[in-house]
């Protein structure tokens, strides 16, 4: 049966004569029983990759799926959908946003009409508020305005804890201090032990830093204490093995921390900290050159107020 | 005065946002426009070996692009005005000098919204004016993202430091202030009102009675505004840093000079 839907998801099933066909199936690897992840590319968003450059999928219960990050545009969101469609036949009943990137939520539209909760962190709001219309105006220049749809506000907001029933499945949803950015929602599957850990792990690209860098190595010790087993990256790999993945991104901030205090204590200036700071990790990820400098620069700005 | 000049400014930018692929011939009558509002008729000279303006050419953060102004030349400067044409308020900050500072060199950090031309403007005490030019690509300083911790920034708000940089032998110091700087240009998508501005419009040095610097700054200067300058002569009288934002509140701080006095 299940075989039987993937393979018409394959095809693109049209609805009916006249009607559109709806979109290809993004392509899924269950990593975990009831766990399917479409990873992205390392890429920065294009019209050819679709911004389909995030980590994203779903969980299945018993009862019910719940989608953790909708995808980076409403076509990537649209393929996301046709996956779980193809899957299993149990309602969308949750749209989790691990975070407020476009590459992550933008796709949320594409769930509308299944009428999901969408499940944020409490302050996710205030960012979308912010920056959501730029966020949409620099998604269509690159990708043309139809592929572009609006976003959508989470209608559930977590301050600390929560658990998602998903029938025989809980899900514990954990809202985190101002890391990556002021927004993190990790997700612990009970069940499996694996993390979903959205961009609060980074593997193989470079992280991107949007929030607190001290913030974020405080966030990344509680993470490493808690009872999982593997994790699913924002970027990267779609499963990899916990906690020791993230070992990279734990000394890549830190080098950034203890190299950037160390050109303060001699009166350096921010110009020369983005010439210099975290050189040596430059082999070591994709996209170092893209990111490595704006990091330094948000690091260096929060660095030299303590 | 300045209110004036800015509303010029905005008046020429409603003609259209700046593009990437706009010619240089776009860029040119921006600055003429430009020019004319802030100096009127007034002759503008080639700044070569009077005025330099240093920034990278590709920002990497749009929000914080260090800007440095060099001055070498023997004439004393009056003021320098530093402009970021195709910014929605493209006068970034006239800094006016007074007699405790040493002017060779300032730097700070600002907000640029679209590939633009910047320049730096020298007045001399005789009045005469000298500009350098620089071309930037950078885009969304200004209407994307604001603060990467709103909660810590107002809990800052005003809070400064001031610290020696550079070689330890030349009196060069950094005063950075804690504030938002907020632009008024992030729409909250619920009420469809723009988040209100709160921005820095005033930073005034002093030591003693002796003005260092005066700066009229505005929604182009980063969050947490930085600025690098000089000061003249070697003396233990501590500097005096009074900083005015557009919601009318006040910050006043005073400081023992880093490495001099106590």
């Known amino acids: 049966m299940r075989r039987a839907v993937a393979l018409a998801a394959a095809l693109r099933f049209c609805l009916g004569a006249g009607s559109a066909c709806a979109a290809d199936a993004a392509p899924v690897t269950e990593v975990a029983p009831g766990i399917f992840v479409r990873e992205g590319v390392d890429e920065d968003v294009t019209a050819a990759n679709g911004d389909a450059i995030a980590n994203i999928g779903f969980i299945v219960g018993a009862a019910a799926v719940a989608v953790i990050d909708p995808g980076g545009s409403l076509e990537d969101g649209e393929s996301l959908r046709a996956a779980v469609l193809a899957h299993t036949d149990l309602p969308i009943r949750y749209v989790v946003m691990t975070h407020g990137h476009p590459d992550h939520v933008f796709g949320g539209i594409a769930f509308e009409s299944d009428h999901p909760v969408f499940i944020g962190h409490v302050r996710l709001p205030a960012m979308l508020s912010d920056r959501g219309t730029f966020y949409r105006h620099r998604l269509a220049a690159a990708l043309g305005r139809e592929r572009v749809g609006d976003f959508v506000m989470p209608t559930i907001l977590i301050e600390d804890r929560a658990e998602l029933d998903l029938g025989g499945r809980i899900l514990e949803l954990q809202a985190h201090g101002v890391a990556h950015t002021d927004g993190d929602l990790t997700v612990l599957d009970r069940k499996t032990q694996v993390l979903w850990a959205g961009d609060l792990l980074f593997v193989r690209r470079v992280p991107s830093l949007d929030g607190s860098l001290t913030g974020w190595l405080t966030e990344l010790a509680g993470m490493k204490a808690l009872p999982a087993t593997q994790a699913v990256p924002g970027h990267g790999p779609p499963l990899v093995p916990w906690p020791d993945a993230a070992a990279d991104e734990e000394r890549y901030l830190t080098t950034l921390g203890s190299e950037i205090r160390e050109l303060l204590a001699k009166a350096g200036d921010i110009e020369t900290a983005v010439a210099t700071i975290g050189q040596g990790e430059h082999d070591k990820w994709r996209l170092f050159d893209d990111y490595n400098g704006r990091n330094v620069t948000v690091a260096f700005k929060q660095l030299e107020w303590e | ?262």
Request: charge should be negative.
């Open chain 2, 1 to 262: 005065m300045k209110r004036i000049i800015l509303a010029v400014g905005l008046g020429i930018l409603a003609l259209g946002p700046a593009r990437a692929e706009e010619d240089d011939a776009v860029r040119e009558a921006r600055w003429q426009d430009l020019r004319h509002a802030i100096f009127g008729d007034r002759k503008i000279e080639d700044g070569a070996g009077v005025i330099a303006l240093d920034a990278p050419p590709r920002a990497l953060d749009a929000a914080t692009v260090p800007v440095t102004i060099t001055l070498p030349g023997p004439d004393r400067i009056k003021s320098v005005y530093l402009t970021i044409d195709a910014n929605p308020s493209p006068l970034a900050g006239t800094f006016h000098f007074g007699p405790a500072a040493d002017t060779h060199e300032l730097r700070t950090r600002v907000r640029v919204d679209a590939y633009t031309l910047m320049h730096a403007v020298a007045e001399t005490e005789d009045g005469r004016l000298f500009a350098a030019e620089r071309f930037i690509k950078a885009s969304g300083g200004c209407s994307a993202p604001g603060s990467k911790d709103p909660a810590l920034a107002l809990q800052r708000l005003g809070q400064m430091k001031l610290k020696r940089v550079g070689e330890a032998s030349a009196d060069t110091l950094q005063l950075l202030i804690s504030h938002p700087n907020y632009n008024g240009m992030q729409m909250d998508q619920v009420t469809r009102n723009y988040t209100p501005a709160r921005f820095v419009q005033d930073i005034k040095v002093t030591r003693g009675d002796a003005l260092v610097f005066d700066l009229e700054s505005d929604i182009s200067l980063s969050e947490d505004p930085a600025i690098t300058f000089g000061l003249a002569g070697k003396t233990a009288v501590p500097l005096t840093v009074e900083v005015h934002d557009s919601a009318a509140a006040a910050f006043k701080q005073d400081f023992d000079v880093p490495g001099q006095g106590s």
